[in-house]
């Protein structure tokens, strides 16, 4: 019974439907000799069907996750500041200014590395959208609330984006005695994070800390093959991390 209750919520609340109609108007198209148009609804309905399911969108996004490890004893040990990397706020929501998801799951593993070794955390975001409140107040408050010393946190509040993220951190580290940082950020994120903070100058080393891990290495069930509306945000985060990868080794 629970197996027919997922089956028929997850169809009726999925794009499978849309999907079947595209090959089927499409299939018709060519049957009447309306090759183009038929062609182009098909390929809609199936790159919609790749694009939202699991098994496809997965199989990339773990790719991307598993470049690099979780980080070792060693490392997380001989790091002389964290850093956390802004993933977004929600403002002005029911609660006021409030991390995002993925944000979350970056202050926790911060949270959780602070306790286990005290050191300084580095928090770097700004106001990409021209919030009134930076990501890095609204994630310092969050630690602060966990029990993290407000004087043990620094805030970086001028970066928009990974790149200046990289810029103004870089700056801040080379102006002190700090040459070793963990870098903290969501799996998808660390590939294209190292590349930008990892620029071989200075003397400073960065050990990648990934957290937020969200895809799995291989379809398990009949459910991973449904369609979900869900997978849209997996495929933007994708589309997203290897255009900034591309755009940044081509631009620097």
Do not use: W
């Not at 079947?20 to 062609?39: D, V, W």
């Not at 998808?188 to 190292?194: D, K, L, Q, W, Y």
């Amino acid at each position: 019974m629970f197996i027919l209750e997922k089956i028929i919520s997850l169809t009726l609340l999925s794009p499978l439907p849309f999907i079947l109609i595209f090959i089927y108007i499409g299939l018709k198209n060519i049957l009447n000799r309306r090759i183009k148009s038929g062609f182009l609804l098909i390929f809609i309905g199936v790159g919609t069907y790749l694009g939202t399911s699991d098994f496809f969108v997965d199989r990339f996004l773990f790719k991307l996750e598993s470049e690099y490890s979780t980080i070792s004893t060693v490392k997380l040990q001989e790091g002389d500041v964290y850093i956390l990397l802004g993933g977004g706020i929600v403002p002005n929501s029911a609660g006021g200014n409030v991390p995002s998801e993925g944000a979350n799951a970056r202050i926790i593993k911060t949270a959780q590395f602070y306790n286990k070794y005290p050191k300084k955390i580095y928090i770097s975001g700004g106001s990409p959208l021209q919030n009134k409140e930076s990501e890095s107040s609204v994630y310092k408050r969050e630690l602060v609330a966990l029990g993290i010393p407000s004087e043990n946190i620094v805030i970086e509040e001028k970066s928009r984006n990974t790149r200046e993220n990289a810029l103004y951190i870089r700056k801040m580290m080379e102006g002190s005695k700090e040459k070793k940082a963990v870098l903290i950020t969501s799996a998808f994120h660390i590939p294209r994070s190292v590349k930008t903070f990892d620029d071989g100058e200075g003397g400073l080393i960065f050990y990648p800390a990934p957290c937020d891990f969200m895809a799995k290495k291989e379809a398990e069930n009949f459910f991973d093959y449904i369609p979900e509306y869900t997978n849209f945000k997996k495929l933007g985060i994708l589309l997203k991390e290897y255009i900034g990868m591309l755009y940044y080794r081509i631009r620097y």
